[in-house]
């Protein structure tokens, strides 16, 4: 969907054999060493007649008496609850910093696990211990020999809530989406589980200045989708479609969080690692008509020194639109979109890299981009009355083996090829993302997404279904976290908090941050 700048010791059973002599006077006092002391005093009065050769009374000799009476048996008793003191001591040392480390750095059979999310919840509910949903069928588990699923939520445990905190994986927001001017505002409690189904709810509803309420959900900074990747979402449209709504399922980079403009400003949709006038505000020479983005922030050509995740990597935070409801040309249609930057003059991809599976079925949008974003956009007739299988693949590999792939009903729809995206001698190619990528859902009602709104007939309250969604991965290559080691993404967002938990920021620069420099604008030393 559009932008625009977007863990202890068993206790054991007590015994009454441990009190036995609990009612002797001296339980709690050695009684050899009781003894030696009553005899110590009296040999200080009668010192002459016990001081002989052969004992010989000095304070040296009664120091190793009285060592010799602690190694009796009953003084061992001391010298052990001593000892098992201090090894119990030692155990719980050792436990806490080994747990400390897994935690940090876990591993699991030899080998390491990667860790989702550095999120530290405060009030979690319903904790799952196994990415993929117990109740996802045996037969989804393979899709292919060469997809291994490795991330699933069925929706099936009912009253679910998304607040902040509340779940593993997704978020629901409390906000206004002001990247497109919707018409309603975002409230946790509009999504919910119910009858084996996420319920995002769109509502009439004052709240905040607006008429409507809705809920947007999203992954972001807690689970990610990462360079090799297949996404399956079955799920129902609301009958409203018809008359303007707006659901959606996409995905977006984790360096931009979705409804935080500031996060987005310079980052979104850049999918770029070159140095040249694609990094540049509003691509400098090129039609200044075409392009009002800011420049890419986080460019490969940051210079040494300056705010950079990964210094000499192109960053940025491409988009990609599983599914999105739309009435178009009498029908509704099902909408599925790349967004990338920089652009192409006029936002003109090279269409004879798209793949089109079945023409009569599917089409080219004429809104192949805007100042703030290119598209490869295209649209396939739906049925808003059942549950549809939505799915989006990719693979970002070597050169001429990246790709995007889009399924409806597991039938395909159409395929991008990267060279769609190739150098066009102004500006170098862009790439299929290699970012970590969040899962959003989410209903609105936007008259930049469709002008053409008919508010009057909708019937409300409305409701968006996802039955579930399902993750794949191949085998051999699972990443599901959201600061992969390529591509890190958490101590920047970290230190740039301040963009990432106030919506109502709308630039970097009004979060207190600045655009780094580059080696291109600025006489200064990129990596090399």
Excluded at 324 to 348: H, I, K, M, N, S
């Amino acid at each position: 969907m559009s932008l625009h700048s977007i863990h202890d010791l068993n206790n054991l059973p007590i015994q009454n054999s441990r009190f036995s002599h609990i009612e002797n006077p001296h339980y709690y006092l050695d009684e050899n060493l009781h003894e030696n002391k009553i005899e110590d005093l009296a040999s200080t009065t009668t010192l002459e007649n016990i001081s002989t050769p052969s004992t010989p009374s000095t304070p040296k000799f009664s120091f190793f008496k009285r060592i010799k009476s602690m190694w009796s048996t009953n003084g061992r008793r001391y010298v052990t609850a001593a000892a098992v003191v201090l090894a119990l001591f030692a155990i719980a040392v050792i436990f806490v910093v080994t747990s400390t480390k897994l935690l940090n750095d876990p591993v699991k059979d030899g080998a390491k696990v990667e860790k989702l999310t550095s999120i530290k919840y405060s009030q979690l509910k319903a904790i799952r211990t196994n990415l993929v949903d117990p109740n996802t069928p045996a037969g989804a588990h393979n899709k292919t020999p060469h997809w291994k699923l490795v991330y699933s939520d069925e929706f099936n445990s009912d009253n679910r809530s998304f607040g902040e905190y509340e779940d593993q994986f997704f978020t629901a927001v409390d906000l206004h989406y002001r990247a497109t001017q919707d018409l309603e505002y975002y409230l946790p409690h509009m999504a919910a589980t119910r009858n084996g189904s996420l319920e995002i709810t769109f509502d009439k509803l004052a709240y905040n200045g607006f008429e409507y309420v809705s809920a947007m959900l999203q992954s972001w900074n807690k689970l990610c989708l990462n360079k090799q990747v297949k996404v399956e979402v079955r799920a129902k449209l609301p009958h409203g479609v018809a008359h303007g709504l707006w659901p959606a399922v996409w995905s977006l980079g984790n360096l931009a969080r979705p409804g935080y403009l500031a996060t987005t400003d310079g980052i979104w949709p850049y999918t770029y690692s070159e140095c040249d006038l694609g990094i540049t505000r509003n691509q400098s020479t090129l039609n200044e008509n075409m392009s009002y983005l800011p420049g890419q922030r986080l460019s490969m050509c940051t210079c040494v020194g300056e705010d950079h995740p990964s210094l000499g990597i192109g960053r940025g935070a491409p988009e990609i639109d599983i599914i999105e409801g739309l009435y178009e040309y009498g029908r509704v249609v099902g909408v599925q979109t790349v967004q990338v930057a920089p652009f192409d003059e006029w936002w003109r991809p090279d269409y004879d890299y798209v793949d089109i599976s079945n023409k009569n079925a599917t089409y080219v949008r004429e809104d192949v981009g805007t100042v703030y974003q290119e598209s490869i956009s295209l649209a396939t007739q739906l049925r808003t009355d059942d549950f549809v299988t939505f799915s989006m693949e990719y693979k970002s590999l070597s050169q001429g083996e990246s790709y995007v792939k889009f399924e409806m009903n597991n039938e395909p729809t159409f395929a991008i090829n990267e060279s769609a995206f190739r150098s066009n001698g102004l500006i170098g190619s862009r790439q299929i993302t290699k970012e970590p990528m969040s899962l959003i859902f989410n209903m609105g009602l936007s008259k930049v997404w469709n002008p053409r709104l008919k508010i009057e007939k909708l019937q409300l309250p409305a409701k968006f279904y996802i039955d579930y969604v399902r993750i794949y991965q191949p085998s051999d290559l699972v990443e599901l976290t959201c600061d992969p080691d390529d591509f890190p993404t958490s101590v920047y967002i970290n230190t740039h908090m301040n963009a990432y938990i106030d919506w109502e920021l709308s630039t970097w620069s009004e979060a207190g941050y600045g655009f780094p420099r580059n080696s291109l604008e600025n006489k200064c030393k990129a990596p090399s």
